[in-house]
């Protein structure tokens, strides 16, 4: 399951990160279908390196022609003026394997819970973190996430 070997990846690769996203809210308990993995890691250079050998040993290449240094370099760049709010990676071998690192949010500073998937404990974000990050996206799928989070607390 690629889900579990990102994890290890990022294990193996002592990278800090959090789950958020749909498969976030999928092992908070609510019935979720999603397709990409959204993370989030720490904010410095070193995590944004360590994270891009680590999906790129797993066959996954950014969708952007950028590197880990030009994300972190030019982060608020991308931020404020292309609205960027990932850096996505995709397997062009495997099209299900998609891997989006949230780059406005810091893994640092997230409240999270311990979730376990086949034995190995996976790190995801906190129902109110979750609920933080949807909340004012315009997103409906965001909507119907919020609610369902809500019930909950």
Same mark, same amino acid.
């Given at each position: ?11 193996? %690769? #002592? ?8 498969? @976030? ?12 993995? =959204?993370?989030?890691?720490? *904010?410095? $250079?070193?995590?944004? #390196?360590?994270?891009? $050998?680590?999906? %790129? ?10 590197? @880990? =240094?030009?994300?972190? /370099? ?7 003026? #292309? %609205? ?6 995709? %397997?062009?071998?495997? @099209?299900?394997?998609?891997? =989006?690192?949230?780059? /406005? ?6 409240? /999270?819970? /311990?979730?376990?998937?086949?034995? #190995?404990?996976?790190? +995801? ?5 979750? *609920? ?9 799928? =965001?909507? +119907?996430? *919020? ?7």
């Amino acid at each position: 399951m690629f889900l579990l070997q990102l994890i290890e990846a990022l294990d193996n %690769n #002592r990278i800090r990160y959090a789950l958020v996203g749909g498969y @976030a809210v999928a092992l908070h308990g609510v019935v979720r279908g999603t397709v990409d993995v =959204d993370l989030a890691i720490r *904010i410095n $250079k070193g995590e944004f #390196r360590k994270t891009e $050998k680590a999906l %790129n040993g797993l066959g996954l290449k950014s969708l952007l022609p950028v590197t @880990a =240094d030009d994300v972190f /370099t030019y982060r608020e760049e991308y931020i404020r003026n #292309r %609205n960027m709010k990932a850096w996505s990676f995709v %397997n062009p071998d495997k @099209a299900g394997e998609v891997v =989006d690192i949230l780059i /406005t949010e810091d893994a640092s500073g997230l409240k /999270t819970v /311990t979730k376990t998937i086949a034995s #190995r404990k996976v790190r +995801v974000a906190a129902i109110p973190e979750l *609920i933080r990050m949807k909340t004012g996206t315009g997103r409906p799928q =965001d909507e +119907v996430d *919020i609610k369902a989070l809500k019930e909950l607390l």
